[in-house]
């Protein structure tokens, strides 16, 4: 069983920054990949930022490159989001998900569809308003 955490919402100013945190534990805390997910108000749920756990590779939906980064800390079993120059489209509740059951292993986290996403946290809200 994986159980993850968030943390580090909050509001800030547009051209702000924000570090999200995801600490995973459990009996069982390993995975295949790990993704940062949003849902703004009337949305669907969107993948964001994804990290593969057996090399650390990383992929990004277009409207967040070069501004967000995901990365893991493996001795604290943490992943993070770095998020720089923040905009109101970026308000939502930020979700980390971890993909841990799957039949299909597959090399890269981008191929894996937000179903295969198997723990979810419970998201922690970001709000970008001046």
């Known amino acids: 069983h994986l159980q993850l955490v968030e943390s580090g919402g909050g509001l800030v100013q547009p051209g702000g920054s924000l570090r999200l945190s995801c600490a995973a534990s459990?009996?069982?805390?390993?995975?295949?990949?790990i993704g940062w997910f949003r849902q703004a108000p009337g949305k669907e749920r969107e993948e964001v930022a994804c990290?593969?756990?057996?090399?650390?590779?990383?992929n990004y939906t277009d409207s967040v490159k070069g501004r967000f980064t995901i990365s893991r800390d493996s001795a604290k079993n943490t992943v993070y989001l770095q998020m720089n120059s923040l905009e109101p489209e970026d308000t939502a509740v930020y979700y980390c998900?971890?993909?841990?059951?799957?039949?299909?292993?597959?090399?890269?986290?981008?191929?894996?569809?937000?179903?295969?996403?198997?723990?979810w946290g419970h998201g922690t809200q970001v709000t970008v308003s001046s």
């Open positions: 998900a971890a993909v841990k059951g799957v039949l299909i292993i597959y090399r890269l986290c981008a191929k894996y569809g937000i179903n295969d996403y198997d723990f």
């Open positions: 990290l593969t756990s057996s090399d650390s590779s990383t």
């Open positions: 459990g009996r069982n805390s390993e995975y295949w990949a």
